[in-house]
Antibody
């Protein structure tokens, strides 16, 4: 049973960089899976941020692509999200999730972590 | 960019059938998935590849996808089914979510 756990600062200042890590347990991040970040602003719907394969290939949401970097650390079995130049609109619960293979659905999700952008 | 449209809300009486639609250009040519999200919880996959149910999802959940519309159907709706439901599809190598539908069981 794969488990995902997000961690990182819960408060980020405007214009700063949001950084989160997702630790994977119960399975190898080097398996034939894609690892994603999804966010959900308070009271609204889900927004896909992007994904990474263990060999480093990435796909990003075009609307966020200029500010997003997703990276993977296979030695630590984890992957990370960096979102630059944040504003209050980036306040959201951030989830990490797994797709078993590209174009398949998300089968495992983390519990989510709330990140607030405020001074 | 590709968009998926869902009704903001659907209401159903206990024991009746609830249908939630998801519309997108030629959505029937893609696979649709559906997620259930209860307040304060992570989304849970309830339907994938249009019609398949993951292990542990009750048989009252079913799906279809044709033309421009995918539909999630919940037969014999129970109070525990009250939640937000999101459709999802892949467009090239990117993920698209619908805006979500709040299902209320009155």
């Amino acid at each position: 049973q794969v488990q995902l756990h997000e961690s990182g600062p819960g408060l980020v200042k405007p214009s700063g960089t949001l950084s989160l890590t997702c630790a994977v347990s119960g399975g190898s991040i080097s398996s034939d899976s894609w690892w994603s970040w999804v966010r959900q602003p308070p009271g609204t719907g889900l927004e896909w941020i992007g994904e990474i394969y263990h060999r480093g290939s990435t796909n990003y949401n075009p609307s966020l692509k200029s500010r997003v970097t997703i990276s993977v650390d296979t030695s630590k079995n984890q992957f990370s999200l960096k979102l630059t130049s944040v504003t209050a609109a980036d306040t959201a619960v951030y989830y990490c999730a797994r797709v078993p293979t590209l174009t398949q659905p998300f089968d495992y999700w983390g519990q989510g972590t709330l990140v607030t952008v405020s001074s | 960019s590709y968009e998926l449209t869902q009704p903001p809300s659907v209401s159903v009486s206990p024991g009746q059938t609830a249908s939630i639609t998801c519309s997108g250009d030629k959505l029937g040519d893609k696979y649709a998935s559906w997620y259930r999200q209860k307040p304060g919880q992570s989304p849970v996959l309830v339907i994938y590849q249009d019609t398949k149910r993951p292990s542990g999802i009750p048989e009252r959940f079913s799906g279809s996808n044709s033309g421009n519309t995918a539909t999630l159907t919940i037969s014999g709706t129970q109070a525990m089914d009250e939640a937000d439901y999101y459709c999802q599809a892949w467009d090239s190598s990117t993920v698209v979510f619908g805006g979500g539908t709040k299902l209320t069981v009155l």
